[in-house]
């Protein structure tokens, strides 16, 4: 039995254990290294324009207020302000972060998410991490600070709190991220006290399951589907199917639904990065093809038994929309056999994608009508059967601003 785990990296601190990528598909992309802080891209001198620069703005100018209150500290106003939902956590129990020390099986790390932010707490840290998505120059890491044993009095959090950390790109910028700042969702098998054994560094939705979630807590219905959730031990010797006290998390939860769109958008996101890179830059462009394949699902790993998670993240996620005019959604879920009703991802819509140079964005535009509309038999694109094509192409139309008049 095989049982793996995906872990999310924000900041160094602790050993990178070095394993081979469990998809290959992103292996057609260069793996040559990239001069991030060359102009155009400048990546530590750039100011950034993501969500938490626009968050410190906000804080700075005294238009919004972050309380610390109890043990969490500024966790729960923190993920208010930057709307991520408390239904996203996830628990990870591998040490995979600054505040490895901290982690164990009995007291994981909680990451929490939106589109293009993330959050990770462990109880007792010192530390909130925090990542986000710069449209140009990919991810931007931060930490903030807070007293590890916060009590009930409420204390605002000030200006300046919020600071960048360009020690996490240690681990940020390899072969796993596309030699761009980027996000890492791992799978690795941990000993008891949560010390990474074996496993993958990189982990997509074309991984397949029976390599996916070592080291982390999966929650909900997942039925005959094999993976590696719940499980430590050298070799596997325990299941363990809840961590110690939850009364210390905003949640009871490490839920399917978000463990799939998590695994799906960090690399997606660093296509995106590493596409917009290579054009900038200059330089001969691989991402385009793979990034066009991934964003349609080409790959994906099948599901072999329906899951069930939570509806509160499953109506969160759905009601971010776009909707056409027949109330269908790129973001609307399938979870019988495949992650989406419509295999065309929703970072389509991104900051990220719409800042690609428009001649390489108009070019992808021209390729996915071309992979939509197809009538080639051996086309990859037709692994998805040509109404649901035509139904994608119809929802950009109605959706997807920017498009090509031949659209």
Known sequence: MTFTAVAVFFLAGTPILQG????????????????????????SERTPDDAISRLQNQLDEGEIKIKSTGKQGFLLDLLRALDIPISSQLLVFSKSSANARLITPQSPRAVYFNDDVYVGWVPGSAMIEISAVDPIAGGMFYHLKQSPDQNDVAAPLRGNSIQRDESCLLCHISRNSLRVPGHLVRSFTTD???QMRTGWSRVTHDTPYYNRWAGWYVTGEVGRLKHLGNVYGDPPEQKILIPGDLKRYLAATSDVVPHLVLEHQAQGHNLITRLNYEARLSIPITAADPLLRYLLFVDEAPLTTPVRGILDYQKWFEARGPRDNQGRSLRQFDLQTRMFKYRMSFLIYSAAFDALPDPIRL???RDLKSWLTTTDAQHPATRLPIDERQAILQILRETKPGLPKDW
């Open 20 to 43: 081979q990528p469990a998809t290959s598909r992103a292996a057609s992309v260069s793996e040559s290294e990239l001069p991030y802080n060359q102009q155009p891209i400048s990546y």
């Open 192 to 194: 008891s006290e949560g």
């Open 363 to 365: 070019e992808f535009f």
